[in-house]
């Protein structure tokens, strides 16, 4: 084999034997429970958010506050990782706009990545669109768009600017009320970049091994449980596969304990941990799959129905109703003893 030739472990012929050896190894391994643990990036959640806002580690009333709440909710609202997505964060790659919904003006931020490690420019990926994510205004203090609007007045942008960078070092001298500028004219390095969530839970007494990457796990969490389409949690974590997604979707001990509900008492999950899937988020939703029934051209089901009162599992006709409703006809009525069999009366009051 000449030195200028490519080697191939998983795939070369000549390595067969030696791969097969490492196979055996590693299951025999596997059997004594040797390296069967795999190692996924400690998850934050809401209540270690809620500490280190307790705690002032994150606050929008002195620059370290706000750097530290601005870093936190870039990572975890854009999805961010960990590394190069931080330290390559420019200030032009966040635009404010304002779109009119449901007859009201929101507004938001628009973060576009400028290149990434599903991203990295080349001739592979010349039909390969940017990520961008918009993150909308709420009522909330911790609202994502107020703490870029507070970062984005107190920074000197002209300098972060000219220095190519977003994160500007925190004013340690700055006092409350005085004309001190909230932030130095340097960007923050990337060893201090590289070790904030991990520094802000040391100061808030948190443990658990915490890293900036944990912020994207925290936010493609949050997206699964509350049932978000993969689509649309896809779109804002820039993943190019579902299966490097799912990844992220951590199950949560609530749906553990649903899931031994189900084991023992039977019955099913409830309506909350179900996974809508993204094709059928705008299809027209009917209760539990209750099957809706077929109306013939003279509505005669309709008018039959337009006065039933259903109370428990009886159903009642009113008379009304009844003396109202035209005579069916046969295949009308075949229809309708048809369409009643397949409904579960339990099923239509399942709150």
Known sequence: MRPTEEIN????????PLRNVCDAVYKRLHSKDIGVDTKATPLLSKNEEDILWERGILSLDNPTGLFNAVFFYNGKNFCLRGGAEHRNLRVSQLSRETN???????????????????????????????????????DSERCHVKILDKYLEVLR???????????????????????????????VGKNTLAVMIKKMCERAGISGGYTNHSLRAFGTTTLFHANV?????????????????RQYER???????????VMTHGGK???????????????????????????PKNDSVTLLLSNCTFTGCSVTLSGQAMNQAPQKTIDEQKIFEETLKDINIDDVFDD
Request: glycine residues 6%; charged residues 20%.
């Open 229 to 245: 389409p993969e689509k649309l949690i896809q779109q804002r974590t820039g993943h190019q596969s579902l299966e490097a997604l």
């Open 100 to 138: 009119i919904i449901d007859g009201k003006e929101v507004s938001c931020y628009v973060y576009t990545e400028y290149g990434s490690k599903n991203n990295q420019g080349g001739l592979a990926s010349l039909n390969q669109r940017n990520k961008t994510v918009k993150q909308y205004e709420t």
């Open 251 to 261: 199950t949560s001990e609530s749906q553990l304990l649903d899931i031994s509900n």
């Open 157 to 187: 942008c002209d300098t972060a600017l000219e220095n190519d960078a977003f994160y500007m070092q925190p004013n340690s001298e700055f006092s409350s009320g005085s004309s001190m500028p909230w932030f130095k004219k340097t960007p």
């Open 269 to 295: 999950l409830p309506s909350t941990n179900v996974k809508k899937d993204a094709s059928s988020a705008n299809k027209p939703s009917t209760k539990l799959g209750v099957p809706q029934l077929p109306v």
């Open 9 to 16: 472990f998983s795939q070369d012929i000549v390595f067969r």
